[in-house]
């Protein structure tokens, strides 16, 4: 779904690759959690989490389309 604003003219190729970094950055931090449950694996996705969407928003708002 990050993807969606590229597929729909409203981003470039540079926010592609920076959204496509980002979301391989929390499946690798959902992927830990699943591999070793821990309450401090947890807190870390849910902080990756907060910080994704503001993030994919800075992309979108700063880069050129």
Known sequence: ASLVPAWVGLAGLPYVGGAAVLGLALV???????????????????????????ALLLLLVTLPH
């Open 28 to 54: 690798g931090w959902s992927a830990a959690l699943w591999r070793a449950p821990s309450p401090a694996a947890a807190r870390r996705l849910f902080l990756a989490s907060v910080g994704y969407l503001p």
